[in-house]
C-alpha cells in the first residue's frame, strides 16, 4: 500500500533562512512524488515533481527536492526563505491506482521578517 | 492556458436546497477530479472522469453527491439536498494521462450550508 508522511505540521523560520520541509512515503511501486503548495483561497498549485529521471528535482521559486530511495524521504528545501513563501505544502505519492494521489497532511510554513 | 476554472467562488445556501458546482477543465486533459478540503479531513477525493467517463466515485459521501461530465470541456458535482456537514471547499482538477502527469487545480468553490 501507498502512504505519505509529512513529518512536520507547522514550520516557522525567518526570510532569508533556509526553509525544510519533510516527507516519507511508502510505496510497492517506483513512485511518482509531487509537491504541491497553496495559498490562502487559492487552488494547489505544483512546485516539483519526481519521475525518476533523475533523484534531485529542482522547481519553481527556488524550491528543490531530493529523492532518497534507502530512506524513502522526498524533503522538500529552499535555501532562502521569503514572505511570499508563507502557505501549505503539500507532499503527495502517486499511487498503483492509475492517475490515483495520496496527498499529505500538509505543512503550514510561517516566515517571519 | 487558461487553466482549470471553478464556478462559483462562494456559494452560501441554506440546508435542504441543491446546490451545484461547475468545472471546466484544461483543454485536452483525458482526466478530471473533484475533491474536498476541510480543515479536519485535509483533501479527500470524491471521484474521477476519464475520457468524460466516471472511474472511482467511491469517495462520494452518500446518494445527495452526484457527478456528471457531459462533454470534455465541462463538468458538474451537485449535491441534493445540502446538509451543513457539506461546508467545504470543493476543488476540481485536471490531468493529461500517464503515470507522472500532474494535477492542475482549479480556484475551488467555497461552499457553506447554514
Known amino acids: 500500500a501507498q502512504s505519505v508522511t509529512q513529518l512536520d505540521s507547522h514550520v516557522s523560520v525567518s526570510e532569508g533562512t533556509p526553509v525544510l520541509l519533510r516527507c516519507n512515503y511508502s510505496?510497492?511501486?517506483?513512485?511518482?512524488l509531487f509537491w504541491y503548495v497553496q495559498h490562502p483561497n487559492k487552488g494547489l498549485q505544483l512546485l516539483l515533481k519526481y519521475t525518476s529521471a533523475a533523484t534531485l528535482v529542482k522547481g519553481i521559486n527556488g524550491f528543490e527536492a531530493e529523492f532518497k530511495k534507502s530512506e524513502t524521504s522526498f524533503h522538500l528545501t529552499k535555501p532562502s526563505a521569503h514572505m511570499s513563501d508563507a502557505a501549505e505544502y503539500f507532499c503527495?505519492?502517486?499511487?498503483?491506482?492509475?492517475?490515483?494521489?495520496?496527498f499529505g497532511a500538509g505543512t503550514r510554513l510561517a516566515v517571519h521578517p | 492556458d487558461a487553466g482549470v476554472i471553478q464556478s462559483p467562488r462562494h456559494e452560501v445556501t441554506e440546508m435542504g436546497q441543491e446546490v451545484t458546482l461547475r468545472c471546466k477543465p484544461i483543454s485536452g486533459h483525458d482526466y478530471l477530479f473533484w475533491y474536498r478540503q476541510t480543515m479536519m479531513r485535509g483533501l479527500e477525493l470524491l471521484i474521477y472522469?476519464?475520457?468524460?467517463?466516471?472511474?472511482?466515485d467511491s469517495g462520494m459521501p452518500e446518494d445527495r453527491f452526484s457527478a456528471k461530465m457531459p462533454n470534455a470541456s465541462f463538468s458538474t458535482l451537485k449535491i441534493q439536498p445540502s446538509e451543513p456537514r457539506d461546508s467545504a471547499v470543493y476543488f476540481c482538477?485536471?490531468?493529461?494521462?500517464?503515470?507522472?502527469?500532474?494535477?492542475?487545480f482549479g480556484n475551488g468553490t467555497r461552499l457553506t450550508v447554514t
Open positions: 472522469f476519464n475520457n468524460n467517463v466516471p472511474i472511482d
Open positions: 510505496s510497492s511501486y517506483s513512485p511518482s
Open positions: 482538477a485536471s490531468s493529461l494521462a500517464g503515470y507522472n502527469s500532474p494535477l492542475h
Open positions: 503527495v505519492v502517486k499511487a498503483g491506482g492509475y492517475n490515483k494521489l495520496i
